[in-house]
């Protein structure tokens, strides 16, 4: 606070005058004088024997001299400077607290349309270092997986990006922070057991949680090199800030979830139906990628003599009907609950059973070759009804399947005899033909009705396979 | 001697200003009060501040009218305005502009932003 002098208080036209009638009014030779003993008021240039100070917390801040009848001048002037420092005092204090009320109306106009998880988390760094003196800030979230503190960003000297800390009482300040959710001041780390020694030297810090309705998601720390001494007021305003902030990365980091499972879905909607998307998408247990064995049934369908069906064909036109066949294949396969595994000029390869677990997997996949053998006599362009004849060939069994291929590029797929054994079956099948084997014709001959073509030496393949045809 | 006048009906908030612009006063710039139009008038005629905090919604003459007066005033027209309004109050910034307004901060306004402020176009040293 900036002191106060009796200059300044007599700068009050209103207190000058007032002050100055009454002096007049004693009828007797005085005058005011600051602290330099610079005259401010009246007229007694002679330094009368008598000097009254006027003195504010000890301090002498001018005198009035005079005769006796000066003292209660004195007095008057005085009681005027306590209640200026009052005034001062209090006009101060209101002042920090407007700060507050205005740093948090430009923080939360800040950071309240951002959903950038980063950015708002520099945001409240770049906020909380403006306002708190500090040589670095952190923010830390738990990470849910890992269940440890990480920083998501800091600034100053303490940015150590890839510090991680696992959360518990009496394990890092932060972490006792992040367990009890209460806010502390040290302003003496080096003599705090918790302290966790970093790369650089921290004097003081403050660390407050980042508290959501329910839960704690995280902490800030503010630090200084040198010991500083951090207030009650100090952690007030962190506290402030942590508390605007905690919801607002409490939504930036479901928001970031949201594009992440956008980006997933819409991934996964290019190979699998709609319904199964959501069931992946809902379902609680994880849906695993990586290579995995796993009991599918996998469905072939191919075009019969498609090269020399097209030869006529100008190659735009066979792209077109291509195009039209395929989705209206896909459709069906969608329809029922087939994962689009990949086509491979006119082929189509498509999976029931991965990578959502389902059921009645061979019945769906006949189900399946049935409503494409159908629809394709009813696909509008007439071209394609005539000319294209489609066999299907239909395998179950155990596979490898997953995410197969070098890191630049991946594919989800199915490795194993049982998906040769399908291929082979396709290629066995003529136009209009679907052929399963007899682990498929096991789980569905209750269902279907089933022509038995009986055990063929498929290329490849040391042992014969049986083969059924599906009658529809 | 430099000056700034600052005027608002509210006393807590001429009270505010006073103590944000304490530092300024420190560098021997004198703060001068007003708690109303007519007054903040008389005020800039008399005393001729380099500077005026003035609120816009102020009982009688409010500030557009006694910036407009200050402006069309040759005499005094180069004092530098800010206008102060209160967030959330409707704010006719084309208004503003038409009565010759140099800048317009919210309330509630950065104290921080009216010390820069003051500086800058007392151009104060720090």
């Known amino acids: 606070m900036a002191e106060i002098t009796l200059k300044k208080i007599f700068s009050d036209t209103g207190v000058r005058s007032a002050v100055n009638d009454i002096m007049t009014s004693i009828n007797s030779p005085m005058s005011v004088l600051d602290a330099d003993e610079e005259y401010l008021l009246g007229a007694d240039k002679n330094g009368s024997a008598l000097r009254f100070p006027i003195a504010l917390s000890g301090c002498v801040i001018g005198w009035v001299t005079g005769t006796e009848e000066a003292r209660p001048v004195a007095a008057l002037i005085d009681h005027l400077a306590r209640r200026e420092q009052e005034r001062k005092s209090l006009a101060a204090e209101t002042l920090d607290r407007y700060k507050e009320i205005s740093l948090l109306y430009n923080f939360v106009d800040k950071i309240a349309l951002c959903l950038n998880l980063n950015e708002v988390a520099k945001l409240v760094i770049e906020e909380t270092r403006k306002n708190i003196r500090s040589s670095s800030a952190s923010v830390m979230l738990l990470n849910q997986r890992t269940r440890n503190l990480e920083i998501l960003a800091a600034s100053g000297r303490e940015s150590s990006p890839k510090m991680t800390l696992k959360p518990g009482v009496g394990i890092g300040i932060a972490g006792t922070v992040f367990f009890s959710g209460k806010a502390e001041i040290v302003n003496n780390v080096a003599s705090d057991p918790r302290y966790i020694k970093g790369a650089n030297r921290v004097g003081s810090m403050m660390c407050a949680p980042l508290k959501t309705r329910d839960r704690v998601i995280g902490v800030i720390n503010v630090s200084s090199e040198e010991p500083v001494g951090y207030t009650a007021g100090n952690l007030k305003l962190l506290h402030m800030l942590t508390a605007q902030s905690a919801l607002v990365i409490e939504n930036a980091v479901f928001h970031e979830n949201k594009l992440k499972e956008e980006r997933i879905k819409s991934n996964l909607e290019r190979y699998v139906a709609p319904q199964i998307v959501k069931a992946i998408m809902d379902s609680k247990e994880n849906i695993v990628f990586s290579p995995t064995k796993r009991n599918i049934t996998v469905l072939f369908s191919d075009i019969r003599n498609f090269t020399t069906t097209c030869e006529q064909q100008p190659p735009e036109k066979i792209v077109e009907h291509l195009n039209e066949y395929f989705t209206h294949m896909v459709d069906v396969i969608f329809t029922h609950g087939g994962t689009l595994n990949k086509f491979v000029g006119d082929m189509i390869v498509a999976f029931f059973g991965a990578p959502g677990k389902t059921d009645q997997n061979e019945k769906r996949a006949i189900e399946s070759a049935i409503g494409m053998q159908k629809r394709i006599k009813t696909i509008p362009a007439v071209w394609i009804q005539n000319n294209f004849h489609t066999g299907i060939g239909i395998n179950s069994g155990e596979v490898v399947i997953g995410n197969i291929g070098s890191p630049h590029h991946m594919d989800y797929t199915a490795i194993g005899d049982e998906v040769n054994t399908g291929s082979r079956l396709q290629s066995m099948a003529k136009g209009g033909q679907i052929l399963v084997s007899r682990s498929v014709y096991e789980a569905t001959k209750d269902l279907f009705q089933f022509k038995e073509i009986g055990s063929v030496q498929v290329k490849g393949k040391n042992r014969s396979v049986e083969v059924f045809e599906v009658l529809y | ?126």
């Open chain 2, 1 to 126: 001697m430099a000056k700034i006048l600052i005027v608002d009906d509210e006393p807590h908030i001429r009270m505010l200003l006073e103590q944000a612009l304490e530092e300024v006063e420190d560098k021997g710039v004198a703060l001068l009060k007003a708690e109303n139009g007519e007054q903040a008038l008389d005020a800039v005629r008399q005393n001729k501040p380099n500077l005026v905090f003035l609120d816009v919604m102020m009982p009688k003459m409010n500030g557009f009218d006694v910036c407009r007066a200050i402006k069309n005033d040759p005499a005094v027209q180069d004092t530098y305005i800010v206008l102060l309004t209160a967030k959330g109050q409707e704010f006719d910034r084309q208004k503003g502009d038409e009565v010759g307004a140099d800048m317009y901060m919210t309330k509630p306004f950065d104290p921080d932003e009216i010390v820069a402020k003051a500086f800058e176009v007392l151009k104060l040293s720090r």
